[in-house]
């Protein structure tokens, strides 16, 4: 059904769309033709240059990542904003911070087209709506970064939540498919990750899809790891919500310091089931006042910073 708000001119500019995800591959015309194992192998095959392409833009990511430290240190938050599958890609990434490195919407929130529903069920017209990315992202602020996810790169929705990050000041960051993305204009990163086109022509939820999870990944825990979120690889911010968190834990505290278990759950009853300062207690033989005082620090200290504080050497 066609929207009869849509102009002539506007059905002009989205035939004219440069995107490399919405050409037809040369490589798949034939797909519907083939056994199940050549299908499979075709797909499989395109899915395998993705992480070259993603490899391609690790400077930007690099970029976007010192924004994102910069502005968590000083109290901001990073927002996610898209629709569809780029915005589920973001809603993802934002949840899953919270019981892997603690970290809630304090740091990352995400904002959906269509909001919370739209998770399940596609809303109709939200992507489209440029207010309602400008009113989605209305609690943005100077210190915040907002970074648009779009495939194509020309997401109303998205353009919306980008105009207002840049009217108040806050650092912006472009995730897309495609690198003539009309988004990237004005944008302190623009991440324009080459997929090229789809094995179903337009089907973005496979290669592009694949790009966004692959730069989220690297770009949040990146930034975790930045703000001390880790000590050396280990995750020091898991909750132990239960009895296999809590061993699965008590075993990382054992990796971390080369003491027995006992005393690593000991020390960690102790904490009050906080990793970190339980670590830096084991570290440093601090006592958990001790150890609170050093991880407070001014701004967001890791255990390593705690460790310098208290004049301790790490292990590794």
Known sequence: MTDPTTTTEDWHDLLRLASPTEERNPRTTDVDLLPTADVVRRITDEDATV??????????????????????????????????????????????????????????VAHLAGGVGAMMLAVEGAEDDVELGRRDVDAVGPH????????????????????????????????????????????????????????????????????????????????????GKTYSNLMIDVRPTNQKLRARIVRMLVQATGLEPEACEEVLHTADGEVHVALVMLLAG???????????????????????????????
Do not use: C
């Open 51 to 108: 992480a070259d392409a993603v490899r391609a833009q690790q400077d930007r990511i690099a970029e976007a990542v010192d924004l994102a430290v910069e502005a968590l240190r000083a109290g901001g938050r990073v927002h996610y904003v898209g629709s569809g599958t780029s915005g589920r890609l973001g809603v993802l990434d934002a949840v899953e911070l919270l019981p892997t490195y603690g970290v809630g919407e304090e740091w990352f």
């Open 144 to 227: 915040d970064v907002v970074v648009g996810l779009a495939a194509s790169g020309r997401t109303p929705y998205v353009r919306g939540a980008l105009d207002v990050a840049r009217e108040r000041s806050a650092r912006t960051v472009l995730v897309s498919a495609n690198p003539h993305a009309t988004l990237a204009h004005g944008v302190d990163v623009a991440i324009l990750v080459d997929t090229g086109p789809e094995v179903v022509t337009g089907s973005t939820r496979m290669k592009a899809a694949t790009a966004q999870k692959l730069v989220l990944n690297t770009f949040s825990t990146a930034t975790m790891i930045r703000l």
């Open 286 to 316: 601090a006592d958990v006042d001790e150890a609170r005082d050093a991880l407070r620090g001014d701004g967001v200290a890791g255990v390593r910073d705690a460790l310098a504080r208290l004049g301790a050497l790490p292990l590794h």
